[in-house]
Every structure is written in structure tokens, then in C-alpha cells.
């Protein structure tokens, strides 16, 4: 070790490297092919991508959060049903055109996640998780409880007449069909810039060891603050576009809106891609889009496959199927990090 | 030491863990540029100490004063931002990323160094801590030493005016251990203060002037190494935990 700094006149910072960056373009490439999806595949094909979509938007959500905060929520279906009902509320209620009440309600779902923000994030660990399940509940009952027509009670709602009235049927479909595709192309666009970003840095230190980013510097809650508020705008995002897909809604019970079993898909998405890897979220959206097209999509069995299979990935593959990759070959397929090179 | 000069001071610094007195009325401070050496008995207090001063933990009692403004209420991100550099004892990388990240980390939230500036920055603290070759190395694939080396070359990158730091020779050997002290040289002949906790006295002295002795939580003695070492009160502290080993 020597003690004077040796001048390195050729180090350079890399950011992009020629793998990464032929990847990212070939990632847009891919959005601009499926964004032609209705001129070139059945109803069928483009009701499959749709839920792949939003599976993708929730995964990388839910990553974001765990993956990058420490923070493992299991009430994110909170904002699902929030963005859900939003979109029933102002279309329904109010007239909106039902598109632009899903973008409000993405608006909205962002709104909301501050001041729940403000009291969850100051639990930790075990009581953050149990806070935001009762956050998710809280908001639940009270919509079961609203004696609003257009909300429905504990029945449920529909936006079936908003978007009858504008829209035949093939034209909401593929409007949603572009709608979840863009949702998902700009949410990913945004956590990229975001980890990209002065703040990324930061960030992967707080997933790291969040004592140890503090005691660098890092400002610890805002960082979480950030994940917190993009996360809800996300899946109230996601909570729309189940809403446009599926049309009704029910406030009450495990399989609705509000429901938990949207955050056993979640984390099930995230570990077995990689928490806290940028692309490993979207290889388990479509790991799970796979098990519940060709495997099985409901009842009880459905649940007991997910566990199976991500007990197994707890096991065999702690790091995911990504995360695994990534320790084997350092690689580095999107590029948020940093790479010195030219050092003699 | 001059009042006027006082970079860094605990004043009657008490901390307790449940019925355990761990700081029990602390007084320690750290001029501008002075190097100081804290030695004593293992569950004497000195990592406490340093996490009352880098603010990681509140103190039960007393004040923690930077540059003679109270920081006692100020959490540990701030001090960092402030100017409080700390290395943990056992090293805590950022395992995920690489070498060069961990340090940009520091380098971009800690001493608030954007762009270009803070690679050099960072660059720079790598090459001062013999870390250039690993720079792409993710953290968590490192050894001991340069574990070591990195949580020096992190807190470093944060641009202190004093860097707290807590056994970063522990568990290395005499040759590395000499590395870092020809490294902590360095340090403060840029005008750094350092406050450095070594159990390995022969290797502390080279790099301070002023040595403090902790047993009980409580400091026993504190000025020239030479005279801490041979105070009778410190040889004691020594020999009953040599006996207790
Ligand atoms: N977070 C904590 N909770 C409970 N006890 C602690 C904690 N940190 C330190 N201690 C206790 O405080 C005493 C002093 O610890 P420490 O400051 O680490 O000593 P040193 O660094 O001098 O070896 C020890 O008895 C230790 O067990
Ligand atoms: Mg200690």
C-alpha cells in the first residue's frame, strides 16, 4: 500500500458497457414490437399479455420496495384497490373518460402512499409488514363500508357502463392492452433513470445495509420515502388495469382487489427472479404468468404450487434466477451501475 | 488541550443498555488535525463511545458537540454530512455492489461531490487505500483485509474533518497492520483528525500523539502514550483482563 496516490491518468467511469447497452436497446426494440400486438395477435394472445403486463408493473414494484428499501410489504394491495376504485369512482361517478381516470388514479394512489408513508415507515421489519397488511385492511373495510351506489358496499362495483358506453369491446381491449404495456415500459423507464440517478447509488446501499448507508451519508427515509410513494403510484397503476381488464371488483375476501394474494404473488415474483436486481422481477412475472397460463390459475392448488416453488428457490436458490446469474458472472444487463476501467 | 481547538467532544456522555452502565460520564474530545488513540479492556465502552459520537446511538446522558455546535440530537447521516467520518469495527460493505460503487456512495452522500469530482474523489480514496485492482470487485466477494480496507476507503470518500476509527487493524497481520498506519500517516498530513481504537499499542503510537485509556466506561487516563501506558491505574485495567482471560 503506498502512501502517496498514485496519479491514474487513464481511469474513466464506465456506465454503459457494449453488453448492457446493445441490451437496453433491444429491450425498447421489444416494447416498440409488442406495442403492434393488436394488428398482429388473437384476443386470446393479448388477454395473456395484458396480465403479464400488470404481473410485471406489481413485481417490479414490490422489488423496488424490498428489493432496494428493506422494505417488505404485504399491503401494497392496498394501492391495487385504491387505483381500482379510483377508476370506478371517477368514471363511474364523475363521467371521466375511463382512461384518463386510470391515469388520475395513478395520481391518486401516489397521493395516498405520502401520509401512510409518514406512520409505516417509521416500523421496522416485522411491524412495518403487519402495518402495511393493516393499512390494506383498513382501506378494504372501509370501502366495503361506503353506502356509495357507484361503490358498491361489500358487494362490489363494475365499470362496465364508462366503458360500454365509449368503447366496443375490441377497442378496450387493445386500449388496455397498450395502456398495461406502457404502464410497464414507463414504470420500468422511471426505477432505471431513478437507480441510474445520484439517488440509485444510495439506494442499493440502503438494500445493502441501511446503519452502514446512514453512516455515510445517505438519507435513509427520504430514499424510502421515494421507493414508497413510487411503489403506490405503481400498483394503483396496476390496480386500473386489472380494473379496465376485469371490469368488476370486490372490496372483501383473499382473491379481491384489496386481497393478500396479491402480495403472495409478489414476493413469489421477486424472490424466485432476485430481489434487488433490476431485471430479475421481470423474469418472475414471467415465471409466474407461465405457472398460471399452462399450470393452473386457481383454487387451492394454485397457492400450494407458488409456496412449493418458492420454497424450493428459498432453498436451492436463495438469490433467485437472476440474482444467481448475476453472482456467477457478474454480469450487468441493464446498467445502473458503475465500472472503472483504464486503471494501469 | 486548548478549548478554543476542539474539533469534536463528548461531555459527561452516559449510555445505558438496560441495567448495563456502559458510558458512564464520558468526557473526550479531538482537535483539529490531532490524532488520538483509545485503547482498554474488551466491554470497556470505546465502540459505544463512537456511536454516541458518529451518532449511531443517543446518549442516556450528556452532549456530543462538532466544531462547539451541540449535535447530540443529530442522527448519524447528518454528522456524516457535517464532517464525522466513522469505520466500523466489524466491516459492514455494501455486499451488492462493487468496490468503486461503495466508495462512490460515500463520496456522493456523504461528501456531497457530484459528477466528475466525485469519481476522482472516489478514484482517489481507492488508490490511497490499495483498493485500485478491485474496483469492479462486488464488495461481497472481498477478504478480511480489504473488508478492512474498504470500510477506511468508504468513510474516507466522505470527506471528513475527523474519522472515527474502530479496530481497522483487528485481526490483521503486523505487515498490514503497518500498511494502514503508513495510510493513517497520509490522512493526517491532509488535516484530518483521527480518533482511532487499536488494542495493538505498538502499532497505535506510530500514527497519534495522544493516547486515552477507557475501563468501566468511564475514561482512566488520557495524554502522552508513553505515560498512559505506564500509569498504574491502565497497567491494572490490563492486567485484570489479561487475568480475566
Ligand atoms: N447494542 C447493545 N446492546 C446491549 N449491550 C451492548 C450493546 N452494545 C454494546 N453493549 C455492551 O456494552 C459493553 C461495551 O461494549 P463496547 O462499547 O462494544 O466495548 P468495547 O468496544 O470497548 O470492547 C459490552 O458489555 C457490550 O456487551
Ligand atoms: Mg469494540
Request: net charge neutral; proline share 3%.
Amino acid at each position: 500500500m503506498s502512501a502517496v496516490a498514485a496519479p491514474a491518468p487513464a481511469a474513466r467511469v464506465e456506465r454503459w458497457t457494449r453488453l448492457s447497452g446493445g441490451f437496453t436497446v433491444l429491450l425498447a426494440g421489444l416494447v416498440v414490437l409488442l406495442a403492434f400486438g393488436p394488428v398482429l395477435w388473437s384476443e386470446n394472445a393479448l388477454n395473456n399479455l395484458i396480465q403479464l403486463y400488470f404481473l410485471v408493473v406489481l413485481a417490479v414494484m414490490w422489488n423496488a420496495l424490498a428489493g432496494y428499501g428493506g422494505l417488505v410489504s404485504v399491503g401494497q394491495q392496498a394501492f391495487i384497490g385504491i387505483g381500482a376504485y379510483a377508476v370506478v369512482f371517477l368514471s363511474l361517478q364523475h363521467s371521466l373518460e375511463p382512461y384518463l381516470a386510470m391515469l388520475l388514479a395513478t395520481l391518486i394512489g401516489a397521493a395516498v402512499s405520502i401520509p401512510v408513508a409518514a406512520v409505516v415507515l417509521w416500523l421496522r421489519g416485522g411491524a412495518f409488514a403487519i402495518g402495511t397488511w393493516v393499512v390494506a385492511e383498513a382501506f378494504a373495510i372501509l370501502v366495503s363500508l361506503d353506502p356509495n351506489p357507484a361503490i358498491g358496499g361489500g358487494t362490489g362495483t363494475s365499470a362496465l357502463i364508462p366503458f360500454n358506453t365509449r368503447y366496443t369491446p375490441e377497442q378496450r381491449l387493445h386500449y388496455t392492452y397498450w395502456a398495461s404495456l406502457g404502464t410497464a415500459a414507463v414504470l420500468l423507464a422511471i426505477l432505471f433513470v431513478l437507480l441510474r440517478s445520484r439517488l440509485g447509488a444510495s439506494l442499493q446501499a440502503i438494500r445493502d445495509d441501511e446503519g452502514a448507508a446512514a453512516s455515510v451519508g445517505v438519507r435513509v427515509l427520504l430514499g424510502k420515502g421515494v421507493l414508497f410513494v413510487l411503489a403506490g403510484a405503481g400498483c394503483a397503476a396496476a390496480g386500473a388495469l386489472i380494473l379496465a381488464w376485469q371490469l368488476s371488483i370486490q372490496p372483501l375476501g383473499p382473491d379481491s382487489v384489496f386481497g393478500v394474494n396479491w402480495s403472495a404473488k409478489m414476493i413469489f415474483m421477486v424472490l424466485v427472479g432476485g430481489l434487488g436486481t433490476f431485471e430479475g422481477p421481470i423474469i418472475g412475472a414471467i415465471v409466474l404468468y407461465l405457472l398460471q397460463t399452462y399450470v393452473s390459475s386457481s383454487g387451492v392448488w394454485y397457492f400450494v404450487m407458488l409456496g412449493a416453488v418458492a420454497i424450493g428457490f428459498a432453498l436451492l436458490l436463495p438469490r433467485g434466477i437472476w440474482g444467481t446469474l448475476q453472482e456467477r458472472f457478474n454480469v450487468q444487463l441493464l446498467p445502473v451501475g458503475y465500472r472503472l476501467r483504464g486503471r494501469a | 488541550m486548548d478549548e478554543g481547538v476542539k474539533l469534536l467532544e463528548a461531555a459527561g456522555v452516559r449510555k445505558r443498555f438496560g441495567a448495563l452502565v456502559v458510558l458512564d460520564g464520558v468526557d473526550f474530545a479531538v482537535g483539529a488535525g490531532e490524532g488520538v488513540g483509545i485503547v482498554g479492556p474488551n466491554g470497556a465502552g470505546k465502540t459505544t463511545l463512537l456511536n454516541v459520537l458518529a451518532g449511531t446511538y443517543r446518549p442516556d446522558g450528556g452532549r456530543v458537540l462538532f466544531r462547539g455546535e451541540d449535535v447530540t440530537s443529530r442522527a448519524a447521516a447528518r454528522r456524516c454530512r457535517l464532517g464525522i467520518g466513522r469505520a466500523h469495527q466489524v466491516p459492514r460493505p455494501f455486499g451488492g455492489m462493487t468496490v468503486f460503487e461503495n466508495v462512490l456512495v460515500g463520496a456522493g452522500a456523504g461528501g456531497r461531490r457530484r459528477g466528475r469530482e466525485k469519481y476522482r474523489q472516489a478514484i482517489d480514496v481507492l488508490e490511497l487505500c490499495a483498493l485500485g485492482d478491485l474496483a469492479n470487485r462486488r464488495a461481497e466477494s472481498l477478504g478480511l483485509l480489504h473488508r478492512k480496507r474498504l470500510e477506511l476507503a468508504r468513510a474516507l470518500a466522505t470527506d471528513p474533518e475527523v474519522l472515527l476509527l474502530d479496530e481497522i487493524a483487528g485481526g490483521l497481520t503486523e505487515g498490514e497492520a503497518a500498511e494502514l498506519v503508513v495510510t493513517v500517516g497520509e490522512l493526517r498530513r491532509r488535516g484530518i483528525a483521527i480518533v482511532w481504537i487499536e488494542h495493538i499499542v505498538h502499532v497505535l503510537v506510530q500514527a497519534i500523539e495522544r493516547l486515552v485509556c477507557m475501563d468501566g466506561g468511564r475514561v482512566i487516563a488520557d495524554g502522552d502514550p508513553d505515560e498512559v501506558m505506564r500509569d498504574a491505574t491502565v497497567v491494572d485495567a490490563y492486567l485484570g483482563s489479561a487475568a480475566v482471560r
